[in-house]
């Protein structure tokens, strides 16, 4: 089945759409302008998908790492996120 051969490029997927959502809502509450976040938002994931198109077979020895690597990066943008819209940074 194809989807068995994708299937280790999952966890890639879906920490890159979550980084692209927490980057969004970092810019919202920093005041941007939603049209530009939108747009900027849009060329994230067009950038993504032409790394995870082209990139796949250079990058698969690295999945782990980079989805680690990923889990990491969400976890600390968040809390910063966070912080921020509490008023702490």
Partial sequence: MALEEYKEYFGLLVFGNIENLVLASQGVTSGLN????AILSLIA??????????????A??????????????IFILGIQ??????GLI
Avoid: D, E, N, Q
């Fill in 81 to 86: 996120s966070m912080l921020g819209a509490l």
């Fill in 60 to 73: 698969i020895k690295y999945s782990r790492v980079i989805s680690f690597m990923g889990g990491l990066i």
């Fill in 45 to 58: 994931v067009v950038c993504w998908l032409a790394i995870g198109t082209f990139g796949t077979k250079v």
């Fill in 34 to 37: 939603p049209i530009i976040v």
